[in-house]
């Protein structure tokens, strides 16, 4: 089991390494899905929205809606494969930027493009829903 693991992970570097040099260092994006906190938020989202527009999910833990929605918006993000990224923030422990996004309730989803939020939806949407609100902006 070890070597087969072991060989996948030699062909996803491999995979990675021709993608940087089929689309150049500064179109490549390593990770499509990140972890985002408030020390890294500017960082991770604002900045990095200025070159791929950037979709944050702010979620919960304990949150059931969140939980059904999580795996709907990988699936999406996947499918546009490198030219969007989502970014997960647990309100629970991001308080300062659920603050200054105004995060009422959780499942809330921003997108972010060139550095500013420009629109945003509450709730599980359906994801048929959520690929026609996603065409509008990409």
Known sequence: ?????????????????MKKRYLGEENYIEEIEIEVGDEDFQEKVVEKSKKIPVLVDFYADWCGPCRMLSPVLEKIVKEYDGKLILAKVNVDEAYAVANEFGIMSVPTVILFKNGEPVDYFVGALPEPKIREWLKRWL
């Open 1 to 17: 089991m070890v070597k087969i693991d072991e060989e996948d992970r030699i062909i996803k570097k491999k995979l990675e390494e």
